[in-house]
């Protein structure tokens, strides 16, 4: 019986499509670059083409049957770093510089094994891009004294940032509702 499931597996790695690892990062800072990697085993198979999408829309290609074997496509949110890309049949790393908000959202990779099944397999992960304020909070409306039963009226202001900052007030090392 074992021998029987070791040539059913030794028969999986060599004729099926297996992509066996996605890397995409969960959250990242706006100011650095995102690696995405896919790896996967095409066994006795062609690779057609590995695609990536972000939120269903295509924006890289690698074909190595068809010239040109790297294509690229507009995304908004999606800037690919000048010769960042890398794939060839068993991984497919491509580099996003200039990320923003809109570059959060779900990525997928996408293989292609060729004729005559053109079987297909995919994963997604997704990716928040998180934006820090460039300036502390602010405080308006401070006076230099206040005497004990005072009214305060005071507001505190951050920077647009994602996700959007918490803010919260203290006074004497107690948080104030």
Known sequence: MSLHMYMFEDIHLNQALYLSNLSV?????????????CSYEIG???LNSV???????EFFRYSPLTPPTTNWFPVKGVTIADGSSHCNQFICNVEL???NVHSSGSYRCEVSG???EFKLIDKTANMTV?????????ISGLQHTYRYGD????????????????LTWYINNKTVC
């Open 25 to 37: 990062p969960r959250i990242i800072d706006a100011t650095q670059k995102a690696k995405l990697f």
């Open 44 to 46: 006795n198979r062609t």
């Open 51 to 57: 695609k990536w999408y972000k939120d269903g829309q």
């Open 97 to 99: 510089e200039k990320l």
């Open 114 to 116: 060729d004729a005559p």
């Open 130 to 138: 998180g934006v820090l304020p460039k300036f502390d909070p602010f």
């Open 151 to 166: 009214l305060i009226m005071l507001n505190c202001s951050s920077e647009w940032s994602n996700p959007p900052a918490t």
